[in-house]
């Protein structure tokens, strides 16, 4: 009796019921079924005598990996976010020298859509995925595993799974961004995220905390998480510049915050010192120029796809979390005097004029 023999479906033996005997993944049964390369001789020896011992057909359950399809998924949180459109074209690109067809879909920061989408790219067939994941939560879908689809996570690790992981260097950037500021003199600096549900967000206010700590800067940090409005902003920060010890400059978490901030500035009317994370359209038009963290979405897009094909291509090692550099872009935004005349103009940094 084998060790799966009990608790085999009605259908009969499936790809997964291989994969266990054999002790190997769904995937690589796939390739010694469809004659694909990348499969040591060996293993395809032992997967071959497992298929004959306890009946498995082509024709019976798992047949969704008979044949490749040369498509791929793509499944971010926002299609309209610069950040993730240069990702996703970054992935297309690495698609394309391979002749494959992506297929792009977003989740809009939802698991429930998300796990949608997923089930629909299996319906497709699609050979391989990178995921942009909505939470921590890794992408167990039954019908994922039971495929043995590929996966690659990008910009956000799970928990919980081994898993391909690429991301930014969240930390070390936080650290560029606050170390910039305290050099202009700045000692009181504030940080306003974005929704603590993303683990960016969180790691990037962590990352903030741990920083001030660790250079003894006074007072206790200043943090504020989205979802933010101007106005919220303004109010925000308008209570921060007051007081004895007022806060001289902010970093912000991504792009997105970081326009928000810019409006707020300018409507209520202050003068601050700003270094964003995330580099943006007009960055360098604003007056003062916007210095900014740079983590490079095209990278993180090229790396994962890379990841990816490599999975397709056979490569069975242990899964990898790269993290991937970021780099200070030095502007003026964070040389804004730490003090000012009193009655000076505001001299923070201004939207740019459009004409």
């Known amino acids: 009796m084998t060790t799966l023999s009990g608790h085999r479906t009605a259908a009969g033996p499936t790809m997964a019921d291989v994969a266990a005997e054999a002790h190997v993944s769904v995937k690589t049964v796939s390739r010694v079924v469809n004659r694909e390369p990348g499969v040591r001789p060996d293993t395809e020896a032992r997967v071959r005598a497992v298929i004959e011992r306890i009946g498995f057909s082509r024709n019976g359950g798992g047949h969704a990996l008979l044949t490749r399809t040369q498509t791929i998924g793509l499944v971010i949180e926002d299609l309209a976010n610069p950040f993730y459109s240069q990702l996703g074209a970054a992935v297309e690109r690495e698609a394309r020298i391979r002749r494959y067809q992506l297929i792009t879909a977003s989740a809009e920061g939802s698991p429930t859509r998300q796990r949608g989408i997923l089930k629909g790219l299996v319906a497709r067939r699609v050979d391989g995925i990178v995921i942009v994941p909505a939470d921590d939560v890794p992408a167990t879908d039954p019908a994922l595993v039971a495929t043995g ?202 939207s740019p004029r459009r004409t």
């Open 149 to 350: 689809t590929p996966v690659v996570y990008v910009d956000r690790p799970v928990r919980g799974e081994a898993a391909d992981i690429i991301v930014s260097d969240n930390a070390g950037g936080v650290r560029s961004a606050v170390e910039h500021l305290v050099a202009h003199g700045h000692r009181r600096i504030g940080f306003l995220g974005d929704l603590p549900d993303y683990w960016t967000a969180r790691r990037r206010r962590e990352a903030f905390v741990d920083i001030l700590a660790s250079l003894d800067l006074p007072g206790e940090p200043r943090v504020a998480m989205g979802p933010h409005t101007d106005d919220s902003l303004a109010t925000v920060l308008a209570g921060w510049c007051r007081g004895r010890d007022p806060v001289t400059a902010v970093i912000t978490g991504n792009n997105r915050v970081t326009l928000t901030v810019l409006h707020a500035l300018r409507r209520a009317d202050l003068r601050l010192a700003l270094v964003g994370y995330d580099d943006f359209e007009f960055a360098d038009l604003v007056d003062p120029p916007v210095t900014v963290v740079h983590q490079d979405p095209g990278a993180l897009g090229q790396k994962a796809a890379q990841q990816l094909f490599g999975r397709l291509l056979g490569d069975e090692s242990p899964p990898h979390t790269v993290v991937m550099p970021t780099r200070l872009i030095v502007r003026s935004s964070g040389r804004v005097p730490a003090t000012a005349p009193a009655g000076a103009p505001p001299a923070g940094p201004r």
